[in-house]
Structure formats: C-alpha cells, structure tokens
T-cell receptor, first 114, second 115 residues
Framework: DAGVIQSPRHEVTEMGQEVTLRCKPI?????LFWYRQTMMRGLELLIY????????DSGMPEDRFSAKMPNASFSTLKIQPSEPRDSAVYFC????????????FGPGTRLTVL | AQTVTQSQPEMSVQEAETVTLSCTYD???????LFWYKQPPSRQMILVIR????KQQNATENRFSVNFQKAAKSFSLKISDSQLGDAAMYFC????????????WGAGTKLIIKP
C-alpha cells in the first residue's frame, strides 16, 4: 500500500496568493482528516470527512480556508488569500471506520507564506 | 473535557538502553483508546502502538511496549534497546469510544538518542 499521499511536500508563496494542498488517502479508507501543526498550537484538527461528506469543520480557522472531497480518493485544502500566520505543516490522515480506527498520516506539506 | 499531558518536553537515552516516556490523561469515560505516534525529522506521523482501555493486557510492538494503568490514567511508552532511528518527537493521543474521530493530543516529548 502506498500510504497517504500529499502534494506538494513544500510550498512557498507570497501573502495574498491562493494555496491548494492535495491529499490522496489510502485506498479503501472511508474517513479523511486535515490537520495543521505549529510550534505554538501543536496539532489541530481542521476538518473531518466521512464517506466524502464533511462532518466536522469546526477547526477551520476562517472563511479563507476551504476543503473539498469530490471522491473517495482525493481531497483538497485551499487557502485564499494566504497570510503569513498560515505558515505551518499541514497533514492529511485517513482511516477505515469500523476496524481499529487508527489514523494513518501522510508526510505533510510544509507551507511558508512570505 | 479530556486532556492529555506529556510532562517531559525532552528525554535523552544512550543507544541500546531503555527509556520510558510518560503520558497521563484525564477523562470521566471508561471506554477509550490510547495511541503513541512518532514524528521523526521527516515530519511524518507514524503510529507506534495502540491500546484499548477495556484490555488489561499491555500492548507491545517489538521493542515498544506500554504500561497502561487505567486507574491512575497513565499510559507510558517503553522503548527497549534504543536505536538511533528512534530519535523523534513522540506524541500521546486519546480518543473516546463515544467520539469516533476526535483525537486529543499531548504536547509531545522529544527523544534524543546518544550514540
């Protein structure tokens, strides 16, 4: 199994630009998570999808953030417009509900907004 | 609300020796799951070990084992025969059985392996 795939691994952009992060979950998994990790706040859950439907987006910081999951094998997290305080590592994780419920993480995207 | 506390921001151990990382949690629930994740410099979060609260037997995975003390709400991770590749941040996490997705994370412990 290829594991959770994220792209890009690194993104450097300027304030005000649109940023799109991509995630391919493990094949067969039916839940997907987007997290943000910073030194100050640790690991924060941004949004949780189950069967492609957003279940909990209470962690999405502002309207500038949006996430979609058009099908079971792809999700995006978009920031528009980006700000320097959005600089962080963004993780995608997936799991198969009904088994051990363990979340498997992707390698993360390090976002730097200048 | 549930909380997870890792009281050791940093630990160091000599290669080949044993180290124990501590984790305590606060909950009023009786059914839950506990996890240890490892985050090496590559950043990827890797599951190390998982424990169901209803199981009295401590989980083990090769050189990794836990000491789960339910009454004390303690969930420590023991790493035996430490290797250089074990150097990483280690995060303890809690999930209530009644919440099928929300993980509560500790702040992490940085483990340094001395050659």
């Amino acid at each position: 199994d290829a594991g959770v795939i994220q792209s890009p691994r690194h993104e450097v952009t300027e304030m005000g630009q649109e940023v799109t992060l991509r995630c391919k979950p493990i094949s067969g998994h039916n839940s997907l998570f987007w997290y943000r990790q910073t030194m100050m706040r640790g690991l924060e859950l941004l949004i949780y999808f189950n069967n492609n439907v957003p279940i909990d987006d209470s962690g999405m910081p502002e309207d500038r953030f949006s996430a979609k999951m058009p099908n079971a094998s792809f999700s995006t997290l978009k920031i528009q417009p980006s700000e320097p305080r959005d600089s962080a590592v963004y993780f995608c994780a997936s799991r198969l509900v009904g088994t051990q419920d363990t979340q498997y993480f992707g390698p993360g995207t390090r976002l730097t907004v200048l | 609300a549930q909380t997870v506390t890792q009281s050791q921001p940093e630990m160091s151990v000599q290669e080949a020796e044993t180290v124990t990382l501590s984790c305590t949690y606060d909950t009023s629930e009786s059914d839950y799951y506990l996890f240890w994740y490892k985050q090496p410099p590559s950043r990827q979060m890797i599951l190390v070990i998982r424990q169901e609260a209803y199981k009295q037997q401590n989980a083990t995975e090769n050189r990794f084992s836990v000491n789960f003390q339910k009454a004390a709400k303690s969930f420590s991770l023991k790493i035996s025969d430490s290797q250089l590749g074990d150097a990483a941040m280690y995060f303890c996490a809690y999930r209530s059985a009644s919440s099928n997705y929300q993980l509560i994370w500790g702040a992490g412990t940085k483990l340094i392996i001395k050659p």
